[in-house]
């Protein structure tokens, strides 16, 4: 081969190269489009993971049955992590670089978030996160990560700044975890307390893990404090609230919003009677996703309906974002254009839950948040005025 053929196949081939994930993007061929799913689907976490899973797969199902995305049909594949952060790194990089999947619908939860973030930031991959809201997913912003979720520091401010408003005058005491969870926690109770010029007479940290909080509770109880913003995920929130039943301390107590499905007021039982949060997601059973919930009986089998809460409102209107943004670019399906897209999504209504917007400098949707508190009769909770 003589010189100038040597280069002119050489940038024939360097030209194929840079065209042809646009002309071929991973995960995308003419009748479908491959999307993948990383969370705990095992384990005590199952309770979320597997409901967010059947959000995604009742989202899947409804833009299948009407014909898919520009004529491709949407396949799913799920990936079990048991909520271990070292097999969310394995499942992430077999969902990518084995199956090939096209986008992932969830990076499972925060920890787990954490370690997968090198890998997910370099592959480049269009990333949904509505499992977890941790700081590190959109600040600084992330060019193909999009949070569907309220920062929880933001929230927490929220939570305690309104209790504050209905219970004025309180003594205020804060258990927290001991990780970047408890750390923003902390950091949105803290703001309250300066923003409300709460008074505060406890403040504990407990390891991750931990079970027994009798001796923590005492110690709310001792101090005198007549409100607590229990910083625990779910088991610990329970085991805070009916350890102060059993003590004869029930105060007003406010939980994040991780907390809020029915499981976790079920086991709080008589003792959830001053339990507050806030949440951005409709209520099940309210007018609100009366229509949502109608879509996950026809798309859902019988035995699954059981094992939705609020993680499947999310994770479908997670989907649905993502679903919208691809839906944008035609035939011409890519990572570039769909993250392109993701940024240009406003007040989109899911009927999950209040309208999801990005943009290109923030990949947060925030959405409203609404204060609930737990009702001890339906053992799930209502709506406060």
């Known amino acids: 081969m003589n010189r100038t053929l040597f280069k002119l196949t050489s940038v024939a081939l360097l030209a194929a190269c840079a065209f042809g994930p646009a002309a071929a993007q991973q995960g995308v061929t003419d009748t479908e489009i491959l999307i993948g799913d990383i969370l705990p689907l095992t384990g005590p976490p199952a309770l979320l993971g597997v409901a967010h899973n059947l959000g995604v797969k009742a989202a899947v199902a409804e833009v299948n049955a009407s014909g898919g995305i520009n004529g491709r049909k949407v396949r799913l594949i799920s990936e079990d992590d048991g909520y271990v952060p070292s097999r969310t790194v394995q499942g992430i990089r077999k969902l990518i670089n084995s199956d090939k999947v096209f986008a992932l619908t969830s990076v499972s939860g925060t920890a787990q978030a954490q370690a997968a973030m090198p890998l997910i930031q370099q592959s480049g991959i269009p990333a949904m996160a509505p499992l977890t809201t941790y700081e590190g997913l959109y600040k600084p912003v992330v060019k193909n ?84 913003m229990a910083g625990g995920v779910l088991g610990e929130n ?20 991780v907390s809020r499905v029915p499981a976790s007021a079920k086991l709080m039982g008589s003792a959830a009677e001053n339990v507050y949060t806030v949440d951005y997601v409709y209520l099940e059973g309210t007018p609100q996703a009366k229509v949502f919930q109608e879509k996950l009986a026809k798309f859902l089998a019988a035995e699954e309906l059981p094992r939705v809460n609020r993680y499947s409102f999310t994770g479908y209107s ?27 999504v406003r007040n989109l209504e899911t009927g999950a839950m209040t309208p999801i917007s990005f943009s290109p400098t923030n990949h947060l949707a925030a959405p409203k948040l609404f204060l609930l508190k737990a009702d001890t009769a339906s053992a799930t909770y209502k709506a406060v005025e």
């Open 318 to 344: 997670a989907t649905r974002a993502l679903f919208d943004a691809i839906g944008r670019c035609g035939k011409a399906l890519t990572w570039d254009c769909t993250k392109a897209e993701l940024e240009k």
């Open 145 to 228: 990560v999009f949070a569907v979720g309220y920062d929880m520091a933001d929230a927490v401010h929220e939570l305690v700044s309104r209790m504050a408003e209905r219970y004025p005058g309180k003594k205020w005491a804060l258990i927290s975890q001991d990780d970047d969870y408890g750390e923003n926690v902390r950091a949105g109770f803290e703001r309250a307390v300066k923003d409300k010029k709460l008074q505060v007479v406890s403040t504990q940290i407990y390891k991750k893990g931990q079970q027994d909080f009798s001796s923590e509770v005492l110690k709310v109880k001792q101090s005198g404090a007549d409100a607590l």
């Open 238 to 257: 329970v085991a805070m609230t009916k350890e102060l039943e059993r003590i004869g301390h029930k105060i007003p107590t406010g939980v994040t919003y």
